[in-house]
């Protein structure tokens, strides 16, 4: 008898968004094999094949125990040909064949490798590849003109591909939370992205602002941007302003799934010091009280999105040592600036929401992509909605239906309400 054949007779629903997927699953190896095989997709910008096989990575992640025997995926959900035939490859011999030429390809390699450059996209990843560039520093010497992010995107390689631990997120926080509250009373921020679903390292630290009274918020980002430059915390910025209400196409029809909100993309200068320990300095306690937003992803209990129930001060002083501490002084160490120095570059990103639809941005910010891109999948073909980062559209009704917590839209939608922590498909 084989171990776990109940599998295939439990029903597993075929949406993403149907189903709780926490970060850590049981079927890593599998996952990581189609993982490689959706990114080189998606460097390729074949979108869908892409989806595919995301799609099966997020089915594999929300299983409830290791998968065995290919006999056990009989009757499952969301695996297309091609992915049961990598998931058998990779159960028989341990590895696939195709993930191997895919992991060990000049081009994937160089794609990742050119599109690691803050700045890059695969289309212009690929223009350089087709012209023998295959890593940054081939591109250093190539003489091409590069757009601003791109410059700095290159001289703070290595640091920025380091990832943002969870201290240094909060850290990152703690600076947000001086910045807008120095600007606007009262405000709110919370923390989203990968970190609100509980991961503890991230690519860039994620942040939604928003105030209570509506309306509060309007032309907010502009004025952070420049306290956060006057005190020195910006290395680069790219503010793009709220085009939400100036669109034609209406709210519930957006062009793209990019939101219209008030953004800013940003690359923080984090304080460290000499020793690699992180450490922020500021104002000091006495003029600052912290009131971040409790996004625990372990708790449930912060079901009203504005509830500040558990906020407790944070530490003013952060120290982070060990294993992580040593690879930000390692590449500090070796950076393009002379010589080893006391602060690291961090990607964040900043997004401000009128208050009567912060519940729409916390869902749509909040991630996982392949969750987000399922919600709206479910949506519209199972609801006859449109859900956006804005709103959520009733077609039949022809209504806008409102939400101030994310457990009403999961309701509106007719879905289980999934916490931020199981949803990292
Ligand atoms: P990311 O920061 O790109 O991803 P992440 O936080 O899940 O992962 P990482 O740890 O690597 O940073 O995006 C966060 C969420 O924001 C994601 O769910 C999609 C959403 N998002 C938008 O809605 N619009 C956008 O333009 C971008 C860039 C992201
Ligand atoms: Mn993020
Ligand atoms: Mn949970
Ligand atoms: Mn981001």
Redesign the pocket.
Known sequence: EKPGLELAVVSVPSYACQRHTPLLHHNTILTDALSILAENAELSENEGRGVAFRRAAALLKSLPQEVRGAEQLRGLPCLGEHSLRVIKEVLEDGVSHEVETTMHSEQFKAMKALTGIFGVGAKTADRWFREGIHNPSNLQRSGHTLNRAQRIGLKYYDELNLP?TKPEAVAIGQIVERAVHAVLPGAEITL????R?G?Q??????FLITHPDEGREEGLMPKVVSWLEAQGFLLYQKTTGNSYLESKEGPARPAS???RFE?CFSIFRLSTDNEGREIQTGDGPQTYSPTLTNTDPHTHSDTHPHSKTDSHPLPQTLVVVGDHAQKVSRVLGHSQCSGPRSWRAV?V?LVVSPYSQFAFALL??????L??RELRRWAVHEKAMTLS?HALYDRKRMQYLRASSEEEIFAHLGLEYIPPCDRNA
């Open positions: 943002v989203i992205g990968g970190f679903r991961k390292t991230g690519h860039d630290v994620d799934n990019m939101d953004r990607r990103d749509g910010w909040t991630g996982s992509k969750f987000e980062s």
